[in-house]
């Protein structure tokens, strides 16, 4: 058994496990959690390292031989995804020090924060569609728990569309992989591959496809299946939400782009291009959505929406350039979502509230978090040197190549849109006055080194990617190679069966 692909499943379980055991010592439990994320971000890159060293990364669970066992599969999709869950749950792992209270740790904060980067992990490493139902299953649970811990009205209310949406999804997706095995007799994905080509009714497969869009659509949040993530992503706490804004629709992003050039691939005119509406539509709703609002989370979580559709505008194209330009948009998304929720959540503690029209005058007292928060900002609308520019510019090229004006034209008016919503947060929250203290509470409040080291470090490492965004961009070119040879994956998994 190859142990490196093991272990980023093994150490977010084991750090879950001492967190409860720890749950009566409140110091040691925050700082397992710590330690464990910070595991779980070297075990994440020694499997990144090794399918650089050595392609593709396979292991058999149980020395069962596929497609009839456990299969786990690295690939440089998957291993960068990885990661990128590691990066961020160090990140929140630290913010959570500063930031959660006493009574959501009692409960059980800590043990589901490192359930759900199993979760995750597990998501991206099965190489088997019911494991990966399996896998969306612990995501489920755990991000239900912690949507709804604290029993705060507005996390009640979330919660609810929250897991309504998502049980939907998961009673599609079971209903899909039961549909396929009936109809290819196995669940093996490198098998799937192999089977589904030798179909002989070309419908069925391309319904089931339909099946599957839907199913990864609504955990995606592609439009019109995204109304659950606005509804619920603003309502528990800051990191929380910065966890689910960075990984959650990801790993149904992930699933698309999986199951898109492995499996069902034996009808590109239709699926794809039907992808790629898809995409424009997600990218317009969203930003207008995201304009509409007030208040600092609720556009971050417009956002998300409309990001999505560039990560699949890309799987749409289907070209290597445009799949480059998805995995690039990808890690560049993560990072900077991420971070602008965390920085919410310092201005949040800072003002009081959310809402913009309560807050301002952050840039005259805090220059320097303004600056944290323009960086972010500034690469999500895709203004250069910053990573959103190079991510957005790679599938604008790639549309152009391919001839597809249309959606290059969506793609750059809702940069627009969102280089504006991106102003207005700066100009209530940041550049306008302050609105006038109340007596009580004249004093500047304090700012914990906590919160503030993840939002550096995330700002920092979108300045890296920008300014040496070659070596980034070939890896994810290098990921999208992979992706387009699918007999690679295949004879990786499957070796001579």
């Not at 971000?41 to 009839?68: C, K, M, S």
């Not at 691939?265 to 992808?275: A, C, E, K, P, S």
């Not at 424009?280 to 609720?298: D, I, K, P, Y």
């Not at 503030?452 to 961009?473: D, E, H, K, Q, R």
Request: hydrophobic letters at 60%; one cysteine or more; charged letters at 10%.
């Amino acid at each position: 058994m190859n142990l490196i692909l093991v272990l980023p499943l093994i150490v977010p379980l084991l750090t879950a496990i001492l967190t409860l055991l720890a749950r009566p010592w409140r110091r040691a439990q925050r700082w397992l959690s710590v330690l464990g994320a910070a595991g779980l971000l070297g075990a994440t890159l020694a499997v990144l390292a090794a399918v650089q060293r050595g392609g593709i990364q396979v292991t058999q669970v149980g020395n069962w031989p596929a497609p009839y066992g456990i299969t786990l599969v690295a690939d440089l999709f998957s291993a960068i995804m990885l990661v990128l869950a590691g990066l961020m749950g160090l990140a929140v792992a630290i913010y959570s020090l500063a930031t959660m209270d006493p009574a959501r740790e009692r409960f059980g904060y800590y043990p589901l924060l490192h359930i759900l980067l199993m979760g995750v992990c597990g998501a991206f490493l099965t190489g088997d569609i019911f494991n990966l139902y399996v896998w969306f299953e612990v995501m489920l649970v755990s991000s239900f728990v912690l949507v709804a811990l604290g029993g705060e009205r507005a996390q009640l209310e979330g919660a609810v569309k929250y897991v309504t949406l998502n049980l939907i999804s998961s009673a599609l997706f079971l209903a899909a992989v039961g549909i396929l095995y009936g109809v290819v007799g196995t669940l093996n994905m490198a098998d799937l591959a192999v089977e589904v080509g030798r179909v002989t009714q070309p419908g069925l497969v391309t319904t089931l496809s339909m099946l599957f869009l839907v199913a990864f659509g609504i955990k995606a949040a592609i439009f019109p299946l995204f109304f659950w993530l606005p509804a619920s992503y603003h309502t528990p706490p800051v990191a929380v939400s910065a966890i689910f804004a960075g990984l959650l629709t990801k790993v149904g992003v992930y699933a698309l782009i999986r199951v898109f050039t492995l499996i069902f691939v034996q009808d590109i005119g239709f699926t794809h291009t039907l992808i790629l509406i898809i995409a424009g539509l997600t990218m317009v709703t969203g930003v207008l959505g995201a304009v509409a609002q007030n208040s600092f989370r609720r556009i971050l979580s417009f956002h998300i929406v409309s990001q999505i559709g560039y990560m699949i505008m890309g799987l749409g194209l289907f070209t290597p350039l445009a799949l480059a330009g998805s995995i690039f948009y990808i890690m560049h998304h993560i990072i900077v979502k991420t971070n602008l929720f965390l920085i919410s959540g310092v201005t949040s503690r800072l003002g009081g509230t959310d809402y913009l029209k309560k807050l301002g005058g952050v840039y005259a007292a805090y220059p320097g978090l303004a600056v944290l928060f323009l960086i972010p900002a500034l690469s999500l609308a895709g203004i250069p040197p910053l990573s959103g520019f190079w991510a957005k510019l790679a599938l604008i090229m790639a549309g152009l190549r391919d001839q597809q004006y249309a959606i290059v034209a969506v793609a750059l008016g809702v940069s627009l849109l969102t280089l504006f919503s991106m102003t207005k947060i700066w100009n209530e929250v940041f550049w306008k006055p302050a609105p006038a203290a109340k007596p009580e509470s004249s004093e500047k409040p304090g700012l914990e080194i906590g919160m503030l080291l993840p939002v550096v470090m995330l700002a920092l490492l979108t300045v890296v990617i920008g300014l040496t965004v070659g070596s980034f961009f070939t890896l994810a070119t290098a990921a999208a190679e992979q992706l387009l040879d699918p007999a690679t994956y295949i004879r990786a998994v499957l070796g001579g069966a």
